[in-house]
């Protein structure tokens, strides 16, 4: 027998949204994608540049701790923290920096993107591997020392 009513769908973004146990310093492994996949967009020419000025901005001004941050042609992975303070959370952070990339360098993301809540010291490691690797196994270098669009802390590029 059918049920009478549906439950009511999840409102978009709900997901993003952790329990409030999630401590507040948690990491997240993010992804996200342009709207058009399998065509060069995120690393030609100096656009690398600005979209690692745009992530060392909302580091500055605390809307998001990034650890890591790497550029593929077609979509990004990141590590990252955000401070949870009233509109400050993983949707608004993530909502304003895609509108803004869109706005001023004309990129189409794809409407959502997928985060991971790092749980341990083993995920974090894991994570960061994976992302590491991503080059490589897209065949685009040899070694994942070779690719240049990666932004950290301290500096762009691995070396």
Not at 111 to 133: G, K, L, M, N
Request: with cysteine.
């Amino acid at each position: 027998m059918l049920p009478e009513s549906r439950p009511d769908r999840k409102v978009r973004g709900d997901s993003h949204i952790p329990p409030f146990w999630v401590e507040n310093d948690a990491t997240f492994f993010l992804t996200i994608n342009c709207q058009q996949r399998g065509i060069p967009q995120l690393t030609v020419g100096d656009f690398p540049a600005k979209l690692f000025e745009s992530v060392s901005h909302y580091h500055r001004i605390n809307r998001w701790i990034p650890e890591l941050v790497l550029l593929m042609p077609d979509h990004l992975h990141a590590l990252i923290s955000f401070s949870w303070q009233p509109g400050q959370g993983i949707n608004q952070v993530v909502g304003d920096w895609k509108r803004y990339l869109a706005r001023q360098f004309g990129i189409a993301w794809q409407r959502d993107f997928f985060e991971h809540r790092i749980r341990s010291e083993a995920d974090h490691q894991s994570t960061w591997v994976y992302i590491r690797e991503n080059p490589v196994r897209a065949g685009l270098v040899e070694t994942s020392d070779q690719w240049p669009h990666v932004w950290l802390p301290d500096r762009i590029g691995w070396q």
